[in-house]
């Protein structure tokens, strides 16, 4: 049984350039959230989704950021226009069902903004 | 929103020894609390968690206690071996939602 995937596991862009990191959760979930760690902190939440649904993006940044969870294929956050303090690791995770609760998270996308 | 701290921010004992951090929130309705483990470039990964209908759950060496009352709950670990060197968060979530707020993280050092 496969853990949460993501790529790329690295991802280097020009300020101004877009970025896209996809994550393809456990088989058997179907609620996907998005994380994001800046160097020697915590994890903050971005945006939580369920499959074609988003349930809660209160953490993400209003312009540029985007999420997509579609009926098929993985999920997809999306950051255009990308700049320095955009650079960070960002971590998915997946849970089965609200009544489990339980998140496992992929091995993260560390995206460096040059 | 939910405000969450962990104490200390870091932590160095000697191999086994007992090593706790404990996490102090603010959101009552908070009723999911897990510890996750996070090695250098590695992602978190989940050690333990306690649902909010019981005060203490133990794994092995590892523990976790609560207080809903004065909202805290803390991480134990006991026997510490130079492996259990990581970041430890905590990241308290409610029932609904499922989004967990992270600590700050605890940096734990065993001195072999």
């Known amino acids: 049984n496969a853990g949460v995937m993501q790529n790329p596991r690295h991802l280097v862009r020009r300020r101004g350039q877009e970025a896209r990191l996809r994550c393809s959760p456990m088989?058997?979930?179907?609620?996907v959230y998005w994380y994001r760690q800046l160097p020697e902190e915590g994890l903050k939440f971005m945006v939580y989704?369920?499959?074609?649904?988003?349930?809660?993006e209160s953490g993400m940044p209003k312009e540029r950021f985007s999420a997509e969870f579609p009926k098929e294929g993985p999920s997809i956050l999306r950051i255009q226009q990308v700049v320095r303090g955009d650079s960070a690791a960002y971590f998915c995770?997946?849970?089965?069902?609200?009544?489990?609760?339980?998140?496992?998270f992929g091995p993260g996308t560390r995206l460096t903004v040059t | 929103g939910e405000n969450v701290e962990q104490h200390p921010s870091t932590l160095s004992v000697q191999e086994g020894d007992s090593a706790v951090i404990k996490c102090t929130y603010s959101?009552?309705?908070?009723?999911?609390f897990p510890w996750y483990k996070q090695e250098l470039g590695k992602r978190p990964q989940l050690i333990i968690d306690?649902?909010?209908?019981?005060g203490e759950k133990k794994d092995q060496r590892i523990a976790v206690t609560l207080n809903k009352t004065a909202k805290h709950f803390s991480l134990h670990i006991t026997e510490t071996q130079p492996e259990d060197s990581a970041v430890y968060f905590c990241?308290?979530?409610?029932?609904?939602?499922?989004?967990?707020?992270f600590g700050g993280g605890t940096r734990v050092l065993v001195k072999p």
């Open positions: 995770a997946s849970s089965p069902d609200l009544q489990n609760r339980e998140q496992y």
């Open positions: 088989k058997g979930h179907s609620h």
């Open positions: 989704l369920q499959k074609e649904n988003i349930i809660d």
């Open positions: 959101d009552s309705a908070s009723n999911y």
């Open positions: 306690i649902r909010s209908n019981v």
């Open positions: 990241a308290p979530g409610k029932a609904a939602g499922n989004k967990l707020t």
